[in-house]
């Protein structure tokens, strides 16, 4: 991800094995006709790629960041702390402690460096993406339909009687 980029979002996580969370947001953002670049970017395992990426990204014509990663989840705090954009986190589940150390690790941010911090795994990343399309629609009106859209097909979706398994 160092030639330049004409799509809006970058979606960045630790591992490979982070991608069945972080898919749910891909999901969302094919959904919205969003373009994104999905990449595995660890902060300790290939700390100079996290460096290149977050210093290149504002260049490279990113507009929103979601990072995802699980356990000692250093990514998010680190994207954000060597670009302007905003960085949308998202905890990825892990097994030892269930994502608590994930979440822990990526909402606990000291003053001065922020992260928006999602629900643990697919709903985190699901509304990760949601989010970075609510940022983006603020310039940007036909994907503001898309969104409302979306959320009427949502509401429309749900039915009244519990008891009707239609
Ligand atoms: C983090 O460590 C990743 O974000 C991932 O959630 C976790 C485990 O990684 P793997 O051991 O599965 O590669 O860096």
Redesign the pocket.
Known sequence: MTASSSVPVALV??????WATMQRAAEKLDELAIGYEARIV????TPERLYDFAKGAEMNGFKVIIA????A?H?PGMVASLTRLPVLGVP?Q?RALSGQD?LYSIVQMPAGIPVATFAIGEAGAANAALFAASILSLGDAALAERLATFRLRQSDAVGEDPRDDS
């Open positions: 996580m630790g591992s490979r094995s982070d660890s902060a300790h395992r995802g990663a699980g356990g989840a990514l990825v892990s994930s």
